[in-house]
């Protein structure tokens, strides 16, 4: 199982950066996946969540929602974040994650991550 978040960068308050996830080794249409950031200092929290179906519902945590849009294509296993209007409590570590929950217990997966820095 691989998770590979990308798009990450330095980018001044007020832009925009789109992060992706390429994913393999699981059954990714069955999956939710989300999005969780950790900031130096702090715990890791939750961002985005996008259901285990094309067209499937959304999820965004308060801090986020109306700025950040979180996609997901199928075909290609890939999951994507898009954020705008980015501000420097922005700054963080991103990681793509996908979760299934079954009778017979959760799985859950993790990638590495990957930085947005946001500057003022």
């Known amino acids: 199982v691989q998770l590979q978040a990308s798009g990450g960068g330095l980018v001044q308050a007020g832009g925009s950066l789109r992060l992706s996830c390429a994913t393999s080794g699981f059954r990714f249409a069955d999956y939710a996946i989300a999005w969780f950031r950790q900031a130096p200092g702090k715990e890791r929290e939750g961002v985005a969540c996008s259901d285990y179906a094309d067209g499937g519902k959304t999820y965004y945590s308060a801090p986020v929602k109306g700025r950040f849009t979180i996609s997901r294509d199928n075909a290609k296993k890939m999951v994507y974040l898009q954020m705008n209007n980015l501000r420097p409590e922005d700054t963080a570590r991103y990681y793509c994650?996908?979760?299934?929950?079954?009778?017979?217990?959760?799985?859950?997966?993790w990638g590495k991550g990957t930085l947005v820095t946001v500057s003022s």
């Open positions: 994650s996908a979760h299934h929950v079954t009778l017979d217990g959760q799985k859950d997966y």
